[in-house]
Structures are given as structure tokens and as C-alpha cells.
């Protein structure tokens, strides 16, 4: 039992270990060193760059060097080798505790949408390309 209020939902920091994976949608890990994102929002005076740690069909981990608020809404352009650019819509929907994660800020995003069709098609075919090296290794 815990010591938490009824109704109330206590917030995980990313030193506890999590029994359950909320996720409906597998993440592949990608390299930081060679995935990169541009992060455009409306409260953003100029673009925000950083790196991709992992991604999914509905979302993505990544890392910039400031903190956007949970709920906000962005627009994400990824580098992610071997595919060309892919652009999206999302959601930040976690940051990461910056008392157990210093420097520059995680956080998970949900995507809302694509830059296009083609945007959606490159990403599928990015998972499918990193599954298969996943299985082989």
C-alpha cells in the first residue's frame, strides 16, 4: 500500500523501476550521435535541435536542451539514418525528472500527425529497416 490519496496518480521518476509499459506500439533504439530533430512550437521563438533515443509508430523519446511543457504541441522534423527526413506532429507527454536525468532535457512525445503522406510511409519503412537489424543482431 501506499501513502497516496485515492484518484490521485503518482508520477514515476526514471530511477523507479516500471513494471508496466503503457506503450500499445514497440520503440526501436536509434544512435543519439546520428538521429537528430528540430523542434518547432508556437511558443518557441527559434527552432530547438537535439537527438532521437528511441521511436515508435505512435511516438518518440528525444532530448533537447530546454524543457517544453507536458501538453504542448510541436512540430518535429527527424534525421534518422538511413532514411531521408521525416516530419511530424506531436504532443509532449513526459519530461524526464531533471533530479535523476541533468543536462540537456528527455522527453516523450505522442505523434498527432505526419508532414505528409510520404512522412508516414518513411517511417514505417525506417521501423521495418531497424527490426530486421534488430532480429539479426
Known amino acids: 500500500m501506499t501513502d497516496q ?14 513494471t508496466m509499459n503503457r506503450r500499445d506500439a514497440s520503440r526501436v533504439a536509434v544512435k543519439p550521435a ?8 508556437s511558443g518557441l521563438l527559434e527552432p530547438l535541435t537535439g537527438h532521437v533515443y528511441d521511436i515508435s509508430e505512435k511516438g518518440l523519446r528525444f532530448e533537447v536542451d530546454r524543457a517544453l511543457p507536458v501538453g504542448s504541441a510541436v512540430e518535429l ?32 512525445a505522442e505523434f498527432t500527425g505526419f508532414g505528409s503522406p510520404d512522412d508516414a510511409v518513411r517511417l514505417a519503412g525506417l521501423l521495418d529497416s531497424y527490426q530486421i537489424i534488430t532480429r539479426a543482431a
Open 34 to 41: 546520428y538521429s537528430s530533430v528540430a523542434v518547432t512550437s
Open 5 to 18: 490519496e485515492p484518484g490521485k496518480r503518482r508520477r514515476a521518476r526514471t530511477s523507479e523501476k516500471v
Open 77 to 108: 522534423e527527424l534525421l534518422v539514418p538511413p532514411e531521408e527526413s521525416i516530419r511530424v506532429t506531436a504532443r509532449v507527454v513526459r519530461v524526464f525528472d531533471e533530479a535523476d536525468d541533468p543536462g540537456p532535457r528527455r522527453m516523450g
